[in-house]
Structure formats: C-alpha cells, structure tokens
C-alpha cells in the first residue's frame, strides 16, 4: 500500500515570527497522506494554517520542523529538492483563491496558459504553443475567442478557468488548490466545483482541495481533514466524516452547516464550542478504519 | 472529451464593439516628434547637410558673424559653427541615448535586486544609495574620469550614466516590492522560473510604465549633463566636437561679443530638450490613464 | 505599536546620521586616493618634475602619502576628531580657513535662492490652483516646462549676454568689485544674476509640484462640506486646503535643499563667483585632497540632514510612510 502514497506530510511545523519576541505558530505537528488518484479535502477555519500547509507543500516556505515526502523525495531537504527540481516543478501545481492577482495582467490568455511549457521549455504535444492553449482552454470550457483577451477582460469564474486550464497544461500529478473557489459567485462555485471533479475524472491527478465551504467539501472529497489552530484534528472519508464527525470541533463546524429543508433548519442546534485545550492535545488515534481522531490515548470523546 | 460532460454558463466571447473613429494625432506631440526627427536625422546625416569640415580651423576667419558663407559664423577657432551643430549633435544625442543605457539597465538590475532581496540586504542598499546620492555628482564625475583616463566619447556616457540611475532604481524597487508579492510571481515561481525569467516576464512589463517618463527624461538630464560637463571643461575636450564642447569656448566668446557662440548651440540644446520633454509628458499621460483604466 | 519613546526615537535618527557620514567619509577617503595623479604637483607645483628620488620620496613622507590607506584614513579621522582637518595643498592653509573664507559666499547666494524659491513656489503654486487650466495657469506651466529645459550654465551665459555685455548694466563675475568688501550696494549687484539663475531653475518645478497638491486637496470631500457649509472659496483655499498642505511643502523644501546647492556650484564656477562650488571644482581637479573631503563631508551632512529632517516630517504626517523615497517616489508619479 505504500507505494500508492503520493504525498506523505510528516509532522509539519511552521512559526511565523511577528516581532522578535512574539512567533505565531501556523502548523503544529501535522501529518497526513494523500494517496495517487484521490481528492483530499482540508477544511478548517480561516487561519487554521490551511494555507501555509499548501505554501509549504509547493515549497514556497521552509518548515521550521517536520518533513514532506512526495513521491519518495523529501522536499524539504534543499539538497534533494535542488536534484529533483525539475521533476517537482513539472508535476506539482498550485492554484490561488484570487484569480485576478494570480494571472499577470499584462499577459494575454493564451501567454498564461502556456507560461509553464514555455519556461520548462517543453516541445507542445498540439505544435504549437497556441493551439495547445486552446486546448486547454477547451478543456476548461472556454472557446478560442479567450486567447486574445486580457484577464482584466474576463469574469472571476473565467479567470479561474484560466488559472486551472495554466495548471493543467503540464499534466501535473499534485495539483493544490488554495481556496480556488472562496472569491466566486455560489452558482460559480459549483460550476468550478463540477469541473474539478471532471478533470480529476479525466486526468487521474491527486487533489489536495483547500476549502472552508464544507457542503462543496462533502461533494467534491474522496477524504476529507479539519484542521484547527494549526493542527489536524480529524481526517477520514468524507462520508464517514460528515455522518459521525467524532472531535467535537468537527461536530461544532458540521452542526453550522445550514440543511436546505425549513422543517430541519429550524430544529437545528448550533454545538457551542468552548476551546478547551484539553482537546487539541494528545496524538491522532485511529477509532475506526481510516477515521483518525486527535485525543489523549485512552480516551474517548462522547 | 467526454461528452455527458456539459459546461454550464459560459458564453462565447463577445465581438468588440466598432470604436468610434478619432483623428488619430489628437493629443499627440506631433509638432515636437517632427522637429526632434529633424533635428536626429540632421544630425545622422551631416554629411549631406555641411558645408565645410567641422573641425578644420580656418584661421583666417575667426569670429565670423553669420554671414552667407558661415550661416551660423565661426568661433573663435576659426571652425564653422553650421556644419559644427550638426557634426556635434551626433555625439550629443549619442551620449544622452547611451547615458540612458546604461543608467536604466543599471537601475533594474539593483532595483530588482534590492525589490526582491530579504529586509536587511533591502535596507542597505537603499542607505548605500542615499549616501551615493549625497555625494556631489560633479566630484563623482571628476573622479571617474580621472579613473577612466582622458574622457571620450564611451567613457562620458559610462560616467553620466553611472552616476543618474538612483531615481530610477528607487522606483524600481517599489514596484517590485509591490509586485513580488503577488500571486502570479508566485505562481511563476512554483512553475520553475528564475530570478531573470520572473524580471523579464513579469516584473519588467508591470513597472516599464511607470519608469517610461523617467528615462525619457533621463535622456534630457544626460544631454544636460554632458554639455555642462564639457563647457566646465571636464567632460569631452575641444577637439572632441559635440554641443557642449562648443560652449566650452564662450568664455573666450563673451570677451568678443561673439553672440553667435554661445546662442546657437545652445538654442539647439533647448529645442532638443524641450522636444524630449513634450514626448516624456505625453508618455506619462498615457501610463496614467491605462493606470486608472486597469 | 504604539508611539517609541521621543529619546529612542531621536538617538535612532542620530545613529543613521553618523553612520552615514562615516561611510561617506570612508568612500571618499578611498575614492579620492585611487583616482591617478599626483598631489604633490598641487604643493609644490612645477618643481615636483626637478625633484630627486629622493626628495620626492621625504616630501611624500611630510605630507604622510607613503603609509597604507587605512593608516592614512586613521589618522585623518583622529585628526578630524579634534577639529583638524588638516591643510590644504593648493593654499597651504588649514582647509577650514579655506573653506570659511567662501563659505559667506555660498550662503548668501544658496540662502537667498533658497528663500526666494521657498515663497515664490508657495504663491505660484496656489495663483495656479485658484483658477485651474484657466490662462494664468497655464501659461505659468508652459514656461516652467521650457524654462526647464534651459541648462543653468546656459541661462547664465545668455544673461551675462545680455545684461553685462550688451546692457552693461550688472557685472559678470565675481561677488564683489575689488576693495568693496563690505559694500552691501555692490554686492547686491552682483548677486542679481547668479540669483536669477539659481532661482528660474528651480522654481518653477516646485511650483508646479505645489500647485499639483493644492489640486488634490481640492479634490477631497471636506472641500465639498465645507462650500456646502457656505465658506467663501478664499477662505476654503486658505484656511483648509493650505494649512493641510504645509508640512508636505515642508518636507519638499527640505529634499529640495540639496538640489539647489548643486544647482549653486554650477552658477558658481560660470560667474566666478567666489564660494564653495568654485572651491570643490577646484580642488577635485588639483588633487586638493584635504580641502575636498571636508568639502564633500560638508555637502554630505547637509543632504543627509535634510533627507532626515524630510524624513521625520513625512513620519510624522503619515506614520505608514517609513522612508523617504517612497514619498520622493509618490511625488515623482504624481508630476
């Protein structure tokens, strides 16, 4: 079974310092796997160190502590990243929660959507560099008309179309998606949302999906973490998770899921959650086949 | 592609709309650019233009008034002043260009250094630069040249340029705090690409706006510069024929009254400069709309 | 963060300030000594070409050439630290004799400008903003932008033209006419035209950049409270507008200081007229080693002063602004 780990995240920790006394720690002690083909939900709220995770991932910032494994290469160590750049470059990829800043405004589409061949300078399977960014293009659902445009010109679900199509145009084997649809429109949101699940259909990649939207979560994820304060929490399917959510942190953030039927919306009780450090601390323990729970050892949550 | 697959809300890019047709020179310097091509073509082609050798000294006839044989006179070497503005105006718009070189180049690449470069390194670049600044240009000058040996053409625009880039630099470098930031520098980053790809791809496009009006104006300050030097008689020496070294004599030429001397070359400088100007301006005017525009 | 406390705050200011003179002081020290040439012909004159090896040798050693640069730096900084700065080459006398000689000079001419600058700016800038695009305002702008475009060297060669060789009216160089040193007449005479030049090339930039900043205020809602309140325009302008204005002018004058005292030296050295420009032209070209560090040093404070002094009114208009270029670097953009 190991060998079908694609990213193995070991103990991830990472401090921010504000000032020279004060340091805020964004990761404490973090770990989890993702596996090749599978779409890895982490929710949390906003943070709870979701985003450092995926900056740390891309290796965008250094850890303090901890390792990252990702396909048998750990990417933290600068002398194994330096040998195996060019492999992490070309397989790993990142989406930004804000399309507008992620696309340079003074390229047109079809420059963005071919930045990474061009950099990496790969021969275009399509011949040439535009027609592989119509199809790719396509392949998110824009036609050829958006080559010539600037992202300016566009609407904030094309422009994220635009960054996903960017994403996609090396085939990549890791694609991490930081709140990719936190700054869309709902109906946007699951327009994306379908198309994520699409691509991940056709392309096979694996899917770390960055969210706080947790029914998009729940419909998206093969397996879903929540993080709070920098820590995991509690990781499992997303259908066991979202059925018998065990730390009450996951119980609290799920009961504030509004349910679309009035007659259960008005008897729905929000969990007040008291943060009680009693909680987060302790190591993940495994109550059910791959449902790990953070607790002391011996313990049980009700 | 899969076909149960269906794209849901996405409309095929609109055509543009007719713009509406506008006289197409409204708001342009057209009467600048026409008299700055023909003061850079005279000057490239001053071989079709002179009537004597610039630098032939005809001691015959020093001091000439303008007359029909000297249109502009003779200084007091005896040269003809005509065919001397057009010969000299050659090296004078070269240095103003080349100055500009090298000083913008110079202004990226520590810009984009000290924009990208950690807090620390950051600060003391900027110090260094501040103290660079406040060392008197003319010393600086003087210095390099003597470093540099007997001043030519290169060497005085290697000198100007040297000591013009720091405004440049500085606005550089606030751009590119700004941009660096920025998500698709990042994303460029993730992707592989170095220091220089991200300077050449991204950085550079987003501040050459906002840099355009200072090198423009940079040429005008090179101009300057280099007349000044030359007529201080530190910069290009007497033999060496540019709008500068020209003045270099007026000196002598206010002794005379030779009034010719001193206006002409320098009547060519400020129509140059102003020329330069009006295109600089009309530049900036237009970074700023798109500015606001975007 | 709240507000440092105003002795950490000052002693900060103070620490950058004698850090970068000293790293000036190091730079020209070194500077200086690698451009080729030699010194000893600005002491001694022609006779270093009749010298023996060997008088050569104990005239350097006199004048402390031969010890390593550092030592030479070491001691001139000992030196300076007790108020001797050693002696002048070309004058052969203490450099700051020298140097106070001329200093009057350049302060008359410097101040006036500067003083001239500073008042006219301020009543340029706001005759401009009162009638926006109107035909005063433009027309102050158009001769700005072309008298921007004359070098000074220029302006003064034709104003010396004019005014002392075609008019005879005013006198061409020089600062006093011999033997009326203390002839406040005859001096103003002479300052007319160096004053002139100084002031048409600096003004009219700073009025225009003031002019620019009135409008901007102009543009701010309060302006529209205030007319909705029923204040006169006159009073708007004045009592709002202007009183917001003043430190930013504030902070502009003291970056413009530096600028003006370059644009002093070249008036300077083309009037002859006898003061610190002349001097530093001088002795950056006879190797005058002493006399230039101190006159550079000198130059130095003084812009590192006013950047500081700029600095810390910015801070205090606008505690974001943590540096100077950024402000330098707004005002640029805004031209």
């Keep these: ?302 | 592609m899969s076909s149960q697959f269906e794209i849901v809300g996405i409309r095929p890019a609109d055509a543009k709309p007719p713009v509406r047709r506008q006289k197409w020179y409204r708001g342009k310097p057209l009467f600048a650019a026409a008299l700055l091509g023909l003061i850079v073509a005279g000057c490239l082609g001053c071989g079709y233009i002179m009537t004597k050798d610039p630098s032939y000294m005809n001691l015959s006839n020093c001091n000439v008034a303008p007359d029909r044989e000297f249109l502009f006179g003779t200084d007091t070497m005896g040269r003809d002043i005509f065919s001397m503005i057009w010969y000299g105006g050659r090296i004078s718009l070269f240095i103003g260009a080349a100055a500009t070189v090298v000083s913008t180049f110079l202004a990226i690449v520590f810009g984009a250094l000290s924009g990208t470069a950690p807090e620390w390194l950051d600060t003391l670049l900027m110090r260094l630069t501040d103290i660079l600044l406040s060392v008197p240009n003319l010393l600086v000058t003087v210095l390099l040249q003597a470093i540099l040996g007997e001043a030519n053409v290169l060497s005085l625009s290697l000198v100007i340029g040297v000591t013009s880039w720091t405004s440049i630099a500085k606005v550089v470098r606030t751009e590119v705090r700004q941009i660096r930031g920025s998500e698709y520098v990042i994303a460029a980053k993730c992707m592989g690409g170095g220091f220089f790809y991200i300077l050449r791809k991204h950085l550079t496009p987003n501040f050459i706006s906002s840099i355009m009006f200072m090198v423009v104006m940079n040429v005008r300050s090179a101009i300057v510069a280099e007349s000044t030097l030359s007529f201080m008689g530190i910069g290009l020496p007497l033999e060496v024929i540019s709008w500068g070294s020209m003045l270099s004599l007026s000196e002598k030429a206010l002794m005379t009254n030779s009034w010719w001397m001193i206006l002409i070359p320098g009547a060519f400088i400020v129509a140059t400069l102003l020329c330069i100007t009006s295109i600089g301006n009309y530049i900036r005017k237009k970074a700023n709309n798109t500015q606001s525009n975007l | 963060m709240g507000r440092k406390n105003p002795l950490a705050y000052f002693g900060k200011k103070c620490l950058v300030f004698v850090f970068s003179i000293f790293v000036l002081s190091l730079a020209v020290f070194y500077i200086s000594r690698l451009a080729p040439g030699d010194p000893l012909v600005s002491y001694y004159g022609d006779r270093v070409e009749k010298m023996s090896p060997k008088e050569r040798e104990w005239a350097e050693d006199k004048l402390g050439l031969n010890d390593p640069l550092l030592v030479q730096y070491v001691r001139w900084m000992e030196n300076a630290v007790h108020g001797d700065f050693g002696i002048s080459y070309k004058y052969k006398m203490d450099v700051t004799e020298v140097i106070a000689s001329r200093l009057e000079n350049t302060l008359i001419l410097g101040g006036l400008g500067f003083v001239l600058i500073f008042v006219l700016s301020m009543l340029l800038g706001v005759l401009c903003a009162w009638r926006e695009e109107g035909w005063l305002d433009r027309a102050i702008c158009k001769i700005g932008t072309v008298t921007s475009c004359i070098p000074e060297f220029w302006l003064s060669l034709v104003l010396i033209l004019i005014f002392s060789i075609g008019l005879r009216w005013l006198p061409s160089s020089g600062a006093y006419s011999i033997g009326k040193k203390d002839d406040v007449w005859d001096r103003i005479v002479h300052l007319i035209l160096p004053v002139s030049v100084v002031v048409t090339g600096h003004l009219w930039y700073y009025a225009y950049m003031i002019r620019n900043k009135i409008l901007e205020e102009v543009r701010a809602d309060y302006v529209l409270l205030a007319k909705a309140k029923g204040l006169k325009k006159r009073s708007i302008m004045f009592r709002h507008c202007l009183r917001n204005i003043i430190p930013s002018y504030l902070s502009l004058m003291a970056i413009s200081v530096p600028h003006i005292l370059g644009g002093t030296y070249i008036v300077e050295t083309v009037f002859s007229y006898p003061g610190i420009g002349t001097l530093s032209y001088e002795s950056a070209r006879y190797k005058d080693y002493n006399l230039l560090m101190l006159l550079c040093l000198m130059t130095g404070i003084v812009v590192i002063l006013c950047g500081i002094l700029a600095q810390m009114i910015n801070e205090k208009i606008d505690p974001r602004i943590k540096a100077t270029e950024e402000a330098e670097i707004s005002e640029v953009k805004k031209r």
């Excluded at chain 1, 599978?38 to 891309?58: N, P």
């Design chain 1, 1 to 302: 079974m190991n060998d079908d780990i694609l990213l193995d995240v070991r103990h991830l920790t990472h401090v921010f310092p504000l000032s020279k006394k004060i340091a805020v720690k964004a990761l404490d002690d973090l770990s989890f796997q993702i596996r090749r083909g599978e779409i890895f939900g982490l929710v949390g709220e906003s943070g709870s160190g979701k985003s450092t995770a995926a900056r740390c991932i891309m290796n965008l910032y250094r850890p303090a502590a901890g390792e990252i494994i990702y396909k048998g290469v750990n990417i933290c160590d600068p002398a194994q990243f330096r040998t195996h750049r060019k492999m992490l470059q070309t397989t790993r990829q990142l989406i930004f929660q804000d399309s507008s800043s992620s696309l340079d405004q003074r390229m047109k589409v079809c420059d963005i959507v071919a930045e990474p061949l061009k950099i990496h300078r790969i021969r275009p399977a399509r011949g040439s560099l535009r027609a592989e960014a119509e199809f790719q293009l396509r392949y998110v659902g824009l036609d050829a008309g958006f080559l010539d445009k600037y992202p300016s010109e566009l609407s904030g679900g094309q422009r994220q179309r635009v960054a996903i199509a960017r994403a996609l145009s090396m085939e990549p084997e890791l694609l991490v998606a930081d709140e990719p649809i936190a700054s869309l429109d709902v109906s946007i949101q699951a327009q994306i949302v379908n198309l994520f699940r699409h691509l991940q259909q056709e392309h096979g990649f694996s899917f770390l999906f960055i969210a706080h939207d947790l029914a998009m979560v729940e419909f998206l994820c093969d397996r879903v973490g929540v993080m709070y304060h920098g820590r995991l929490v509690e990781a499992a399917p997303a259908k066991e998770l979202f059925s018998s959510p065990v730390h009450p942190y996951t119980q609290a953030l799920l009961s504030a899921i509004p349910i679309p039927d009035p007659r259960l919306e008005r008897a729905r009780q929000i969990r007040q959650f008291t943060e009680d450090p009693e909680n987060f601390q302790g190591v993940l323990t495994e109550v059910s086949p791959e449902h790990y729970v953070l607790m002391r050892e011996g313990e049980h949550h009700g």
